[in-house]
């Protein structure tokens, strides 16, 4: 009992630390005044740094321009998006759902240090920006600093090589040495190639670098605890429902609206879905006896008809979630009086954001319900849909499985 009540405590100690900061922050103006004293210096640092990116870029060719791309799609938030179900369903569950919770992490400190400070990307031109991608079109829409890919790579490969090492602890230290030579090339090229992309300056892989290490140190000691806590813990479900609120106020406003906002809110919906459905399935889908890929009882044939089974499944519930969000949703807000706009999802609704910044739409800070405004349906739509998705990555879809025999 003794255990269970520290434990609630400190609970409540965690949602209502995050909830005063997002007060002091708001009332104090503190994005604002930090984003004057640094944006200027890191500005000054990107154009400095103009004559090293168009020295790195007289290197141009159209084999390098494939390579970069492709390794920036890689590493980027779509990929990560599909691979990681599919670690799921491989049988490394402790390994997918530390991994997802670790982007979703990287992905909120990552964008909202960019929109706090709201620094600028390489002046194109004179800088050349290579774009191959729709994905890559949306990164240059968002702010510089830090490079999202550079601290992404950091923090992923580094964790999968803990992980592998800690799984193989009689390992020798040759394959230490390659797993590590393999992430150190691969962070470098992702580094250089966001600079020759025109992507990005050096300050800001540099500033992805540094702070990819130190979310990576933080996580390494605090991921056996979260673990523990999402497999065996107390109120998980009704916890992540607070601290997902809360991280929609707890994220600055930028100076001029960016994708950003809502990527953090896919992740922030992902994490929710993976939170939820593996604390309600541990037992049945999800603990470490559960056969992996290649053992006699996960054979790839079998894996593969997971793989052709369960991604149509996810994306239809994705597609369902968000159909029956749009529906819902606005009637939901409506009804309980909370005045509501839409930027894309729900036509009916765009006609508030005429004459209006669309940032003011987002669930930024506490002000814009005191003050009565409206804000972005969205916003919860989109969390809902992505938070569908992973539930069914994570319950649905192994829940499948189960029934058919795979």
Known sequence: MESKSLFSTWQVFSLSSILGWVIASSLLDLTRRL??????????RVQSDTTLILHIQRCRHGYLDNLFSVLSCVVSVPFYTGFLPLLFWSGHSKLARQMTLLMAFCDYIGNSIKDMLSAPRPSCPPVRRVTATEDEK???REYGLPSSHTLNTVCLSGYLLHYVTTCDPEGDGTKLFIGFSLVFILVLLISIG??????HSLIDVVA?????LVILSFWLIVHGLIDDFIVSGQNVTYFWVGLSFLLF??????EFPTPSFEYHTAFNGVAFGIVSGIQQTYRHFHH??????FSPQLTLPTFMGRVMLGIPTMLIVKSCIKAISKCLLPI???TLGIPVKSSCYVPALKEFDKSKNKSDGKIRSLALILQGRTYDIDTGIRFLQYAGLAWSVVDLVPS???HVNL
């Open 288 to 293: 470490e006896s559960i056969p992996h890929l």
């Open 400 to 402: 499948i499985f189960y």
């Open 208 to 212: 992805g670098f540094v702070l990819g």
């Open 194 to 199: 966001r600079i020759y992309l025109g992507m």
């Open 138 to 140: 949306e990164n240059a």
């Open 249 to 254: 106020f707890a994220y600055p406003t930028p």
């Open 332 to 334: 939901f807000c409506n």
């Open 35 to 44: 984003r004057s004293l640094i944006q200027p210096w890191i500005t000054r």
